[in-house]
């Protein structure tokens, strides 16, 4: 993604969805209305983490770049610079994609 014009607040953080899979493993190819959500996908921004009781900022557990897989009906879905994106909490994130 090139510019991105979104500063998330707080503990949020922007990911951009990867597609879902067009074909089972068996090689079977799915039509448009039998493709589950996508759940998994790239982080593009993060907020500066909440704010705790003693002032300071807690350090969020993902970075810019990271994969994540997230709940199907988490976050919100918003449209920026002509990409769908999903600015979800942290709390969100269910885990973080590990190579």
Same mark, same amino acid.
């Not at 597609?19 to 493709?35: N, Q």
């Given at each position: 993604?090139?510019?991105?014009?979104?500063?998330?607040?707080?503990?949020?953080?922007?990911?951009?969805?990867?597609?879902?899979?067009?074909?089972?493993?068996?090689? +079977?190819?799915?039509?448009? =209305?039998?493709?589950? $959500?996508?759940?998994?996908? $790239?982080?593009?921004?993060?907020?500066?983490?909440?704010?705790?009781? =003693?002032?300071?900022?807690?350090?969020? =557990?993902?970075? !810019?770049?990271?994969?994540?897989?997230?709940?199907?009906?988490?976050?919100?879905? +918003?449209? !920026?610079?002509?990409?769908?994106?999903? +600015?979800?909490?942290? =709390?969100?994130?269910?885990?973080? !994609?590990?190579?």
């Amino acid at each position: 993604m090139a510019k991105f014009k979104v500063r998330p607040l707080d503990d949020r953080v922007v990911v951009e969805p990867v597609e879902a899979e067009e074909r089972t493993a068996g090689g +079977i190819v799915l039509p448009d =209305s039998a493709k589950e $959500k996508p759940q998994r996908g $790239k982080v593009v921004a993060v907020g500066p983490g909440k704010l705790l009781d =003693s002032g300071k900022r807690g350090e969020l =557990s993902v970075t !810019v770049g990271d994969e994540v897989i997230y709940g199907k009906y988490g976050g919100t879905d +918003i449209e !920026v610079n002509g990409e769908d994106v999903k +600015i979800l909490r942290e =709390s969100d994130i269910l885990a973080k !994609v590990v190579d």
